[in-house]
């Protein structure tokens, strides 16, 4: 499994300023982080790992986003014209991102795993703002540019928004329960 310490080797070798926090007390997901560090929630980034059910295949598909906007299964299923998107299951996460399921982090994400971006992301950060996110690990977290994370991620920038108010009505069955075993 990735750690902060894969983390912050590859941010070395990239020469990108960065801080690993450790944290007074463990998280149990990513949507703690605003409380446990006295940050917005806006600048608190996770990763939301969906089951997609597309045609007859399966795969999963990984969706960065804020902690204050968390990506919604139908506007996610709107998008990618998906006939059932779900939240993975623990098992799925931990095997399609090499994180623990409850604290994935944005970087270091296998190539093969399709990511979204959610541009609400970008357009609700300071470029110079630092943001912080799960480093794989549940005592610490990566404090980091937004700028920098950004430009690190590798995914397709996309408008969940939109997605979601265009296809509203039709996508609203396709909204899901978390599965059991489901993080927050």
């Known amino acids: 499994m990735k750690d ?8 070395l ?10 944290l ?30 597309a045609r007859s295949e399966r795969r999963p598909v990984a969706v960065v986003g804020a902690v204050a906007a968390p990506p919604r299964p139908g506007a996610v299923a709107a998008l990618l014209g998906a ?5 993975a299951p623990a098992f799925l996460v931990n095997s399609a991102t090499d ?5 994935v982090a944005p970087l270091l994400l296998p190539d093969e795993l399709t990511v979204l971006v959610d541009e609400r992301l970008a357009a609700g950060l300071d ?31 996309v408008d969940l928004q939109a997605a979601r108010h265009r296809h509203g009505r039709h996508t609203a069955h396709r909204e899901a329960r978390p599965a059991a075993g489901a993080t927050c």
């Open 4 to 11: 902060a310490l894969a983390i912050h080797r590859r941010l």
């Open 13 to 22: 070798s990239l020469q990108i300023h960065h801080e690993i926090v450790r």
């Open 24 to 53: 007074p007390r463990a998280m149990t997901c990513a949507d703690d982080l605003p409380d446990i560090l006295h940050v917005d929630p806006a600048s608190c980034v996770r990763v939301t790992v969906f089951e997609v059910t």
């Open 83 to 87: 006939r059932k998107v779900r939240p």
């Open 99 to 103: 994180y623990a399921a409850s604290a």
């Open 127 to 157: 470029p110079d703002q630092p943001v912080h996110t799960p480093t794989g690990e549940r005592r610490t977290a990566l404090r980091i540019r937004a700028f920098d994370l950004l430009s690190l991620i590798h995914g397709k920038h």
